[in-house]
T-cell receptor, first 117, second 114 residues
Framework: GAVVSQHPSRVICKSGTSVKIECRSL??????MFWYRQFPKQSLMLMAT?????????EQGVEKDKFLINHASLTLSTLTVTSAHPEDSSFYIC???FGQGDTGELFFGEGSRLTVL | AQSVTQLGSHVSVSEGALVLLRCNYS??????LFWYVQYPNQGLQLLLK??????LVKGINGFEAEFKKSETSFHLTKPSAHMSDAAEYFC????????????FGTGTSLTVIP
């Protein structure tokens, strides 16, 4: 079946640095990918919708200058957490919808755990 | 507005017992419904989905769910719990003609007691 891969799975960085997380669709083209943030023991919060070749659509309350999203190809979207701070520590998950229309399922990456010291 | 409610953030069952995880939705139009499972420090994996075909949907690992329009529910069941079923389960809704928007419930943590 369709596979979505994220890298890195874990990253630790110092406060003030920037971190890039990659999300790849391995065997299908994804014109749209989604970035979620998950706090411990909580559900997924949609951060933004990444559109290939155009600007990402951010959910209300998500800082677009803080969380930079680039979707340069049909198989790759990147999330860059700029000037990271400890409160940005979280589990970030990407997903891509496989298939046409509204019935296609979302395939999720393995997630990336960010720890900001 | 649409929402997904999962009753019971934590459910514990004995190994071999019935698993029942509840999901109710609110939507002005019939939605598409999904159940996902998440193991620790991993992404989500699709268990099953309902997309307006048969109301009783069978998924992987022996799970199934029934869409009940009158009750606006899509509860997940498994006749006999296995230790490997211990995980976090999320119900999700996707609305027709809304593009790719998914709405997730808050999740239910399943513990299986030996």
């Amino acid at each position: 079946g369709a596979v979505v891969s994220q890298h890195p799975s874990r990253v630790i960085c110092k406060s003030g640095t920037s971190v890039k997380i990659e999300c790849r669709s391995l065997d299908f083209q994804a014109t749209t990918m989604f970035w979620y943030r998950q706090f411990p023991k909580q559900s997924l919060m949609l951060m933004a919708t990444s559109n290939e070749g155009s600007k990402a659509t951010y959910e209300q309350g998500v800082e677009k200058d803080k969380f930079l999203i680039n979707h340069a190809s049909l198989t790759l979207s990147t999330l860059t957490v700029t000037s990271a701070h400890p409160e940005d520590s979280s589990f970030y998950i990407c997903s891509a919808r496989f298939g046409q229309g509204d019935t296609g399922e979302l395939f999720f990456g393995e997630g990336s755990r960010l720890t900001v010291l | 507005a649409q929402s997904v409610t999962q009753l019971g953030s934590h459910v514990s069952v004995s190994e071999g017992a019935l698993v029942l995880l509840r999901c109710n939705y609110s939507s002005s139009v019939p939605p598409y419904l999904f159940w996902y499972v998440q193991y620790p420090n991993q992404g989500l994996q699709l268990l099953l989905k309902y997309t307006s075909a048969a109301t009783l949907v069978k998924g992987i690992n022996g799970f199934e769910a029934e869409f009940k329009k009158s009750e606006t529910s899509f509860h997940l069941t498994k006749p006999s719990a296995h230790m490997s079923d211990a995980a976090e389960y999320f119900c999700a809704v996707s609305l027709p003609n809304t593009g790719n928007q998914f709405y997730f419930g808050t999740g239910t943590s399943l513990t299986v007691i030996p």
